[in-house]
């Protein structure tokens, strides 16, 4: 079943733009989000985001993505949202 996935127009750390699913509590207000579509993985999700915004990560909460050892690590949910845990 496919998803609704959304990116943050709002650059976070690293100006970074992130990818959520509906229905993530981080999931971005109304004014501040950019409807991607409706995709099968959070990886397709991502690659659609990244044609707007080349930085953009998956959520770590609702779009986890395995990285491989050679890529650059996602930061934590907490600093990619600007959130003070």
Known sequence: MAIYYYVNKQAGYN?????????CKYR???????????????????????K???GAL???NCCPVTVKKNLNVQHSV?????VSL
Do not use: E
Request: proline fraction near 7%; include cysteine; glycine fraction near 10%.
């Open 15 to 23: 100006d970074n733009h992130v990818v959520h699913a509906y229905g």
């Open 28 to 50: 971005p207000s109304l004014q501040d989000r950019l409807f991607l579509g409706s995709f099968y993985t959070p990886t397709a999700a991502i690659q659609q985001a990244r």
């Open 52 to 54: 707007y915004y080349p």
């Open 58 to 60: 998956g959520c770590d």
């Open 78 to 82: 907490g600093l990619k949202h600007m």
